[in-house]
């Protein structure tokens, strides 16, 4: 242990080196996320192990084994797919849909600060909840959205639980719950910018939608990346909302990455195709993440330069 | 200053009412439905007019459910204070850890400090079963299956990592001048963070608090793998709750509005930190 800094020696008492006191603050918050750390290495393990938890004696290493297999597994491309898909779609309407709000909103008065924090109530909701919720709202029998589609002339629409319209169903639930994220964040973007370009622009007498894709969009740009970065990572491990809506189901329509590899732990008790799927996602997001944080502290570095 | 037509504004009104319309919607349907019986849920075409009944919060409030096969019990209530107490204490854990650590992230720089916060933030990305699965089957053999702790402490991978990062960000706009000059007037570390660096961050704290109680109440992944009926959480209580109950949807309502009526009810009493704390977690830092 090191023991009392002799920089002021008129101090008597004991007294931690500066050296050691930033380990000694962290230490416990280290502690924690080593504890976390060990569980993926073992992860990292299962991954290359044949392993099923109904049959514990024919546990072996299989190094790459469980991946090869992916290559000629036709459930493996379904998931990547259906991940992929999901994704792209939430992220795309998300974005779009949260951008058209904060223009919207953009103004600060009292009306548009109400709505903007009653808009945040989705976003409060657990996404398992919200599953519920717009579970009882699609129900076939007394559903209201059942009831919708019938008034305008579908007959049997079955949402979640019809293949062809499943996908649709838990994309607007995602969209439901997260949009206002992208809105909320993309309005402290839009209410940050300098007035003095679109103050120019005013004066000019420069058309609003010039305005809107030369002035506006390229200044929120940042804002954007961020945002859409964000919500892919967060889109393609999308659990909640697609099991407690369907389960992967109907069929194999929604097993995505993190459905999937439970199904595969829990029901099917394969622990190495399990652990070998979540690596490949933690493959994805870690590069995506990488990408982000880097953005991130970027655009948090430029913020706190205009301050 | 800019001039806005009747026709612009017309459309920009109704632009908002459609948004509202989208997101308000489902959850005062949801609202409406769990003061209904099942006999009002059920008419075709669906109404609005009924006679309000507290049927359905007395049942869940006392855990009787009458159901057509007869009397059902139904321990919601526990579910409900599970979700309290582990949001509560992992949020408590997550402050006495991760803000002296936010601290010496933000004003000691040390060597590897900013390896290691990079490291913290990436797990808040990697996906929860990655690390879940695997510790179903330590927390088995170290006795920590289904007990609040072993809980408690897999809640840190979430509540963690966003205290460390939007307190961080408070510490690092506080001048350290302020400091310095407590120090040199003969205070200890201690008393200098304490006494100066812990008020000033106060509003950080408590946004990181407030969100990161949010993320835990709202989580559904952590429980639904590790807890079994009597630790879970409102989020894995209310699927449960839905095959148990059968065809008692007023009920299902009930919970629903229940469980998602305290993050409300926060939110809205401290909107100011919350939206600052959005916009910081994710953009400011």
Known sequence: MTTAATDQPRRRRFRVSRRVLPYLLSLPALLTCIGILIPFLTAVIYSLQRYRLSQPWARQFNWGENYLNFFTDPAFWNTLKVSVTYAFLTVTVELLLGLGIALLLQKRNRTNNFISIMLLMPLMTAPALAALMWKLMTNPGFGILSYFATLLGIQDFNWASDPQTAMLTVVIVDVWVYTPFIMILLLAGLRSLPPQPFEAAALDGVPRWFVFWRITLPMLTPFLLTATLFRVIESIQQFDIIYAMTQGGPGDTLTVFQVEAYLNFFQSTNVGRSAALLMILWAITYVLSNIFIKNWLRLREKQRGNA | METTSPVERLLRGIAITLVCLFFMFPIVWIVLMSFQTNETILRVPPSVIFAPTLENYTALITGKLETAAGTLDIDFMGNLWNSLFLSTASVAVGLVLGVPAAYAFARLKFRGSEDIAFTLL????????????????????????????????????????????????????????????????????????????????????????????????????????????????????????????????????????????????????????????????????
Do not use: C, M
Not at chain 2, 189 to 199: K, Q, V
Not at chain 2, 259 to 280: C, D, K, M, N, W
């Open chain 2, 122 to 285: 990436s797990f808040r990305f990697a996906p929860p079963l990655l690390v879940l699965l695997p510790l179903t089957i330590y927390f088995q053999q170290l006795g920590l299956a289904n007990t609040y702790g072993g809980l408690i402490w897999v809640y840190q991978l979430i509540v963690l990592p966003l205290i460390l990062w939007i307190v961080r960000g408070y510490f690092e706009d506080i001048p350290a001048d302020i400091e310095y000059a407590y120090r040199i007037a003969g205070h200890d570390f201690w008393s200098t963070f304490r006494r100066i660096a812990l008020p000033l961050a106060g509003p950080g704290i408590a946004a990181a608090g407030l969100l990161s109680f949010i993320f835990a109440w709202n989580n559904f992944v952590f429980a639904l793998v590790l807890a079994s009926a009597d630790k879970q959480p409102v989020t894995v209580g209310a699927l449960a709750f839905v095959t148990a109950s059968g065809i008692q949807y007023g009920q299902v309502a009930a919970g629903i509005v229940l469980s998602i009526a305290p993050t409300f009810a926060l939110a809205l009493y401290a909107q100011r930190y919350l939206v600052e704390g959005l916009s910081l977690g994710a953009v400011k830092g």
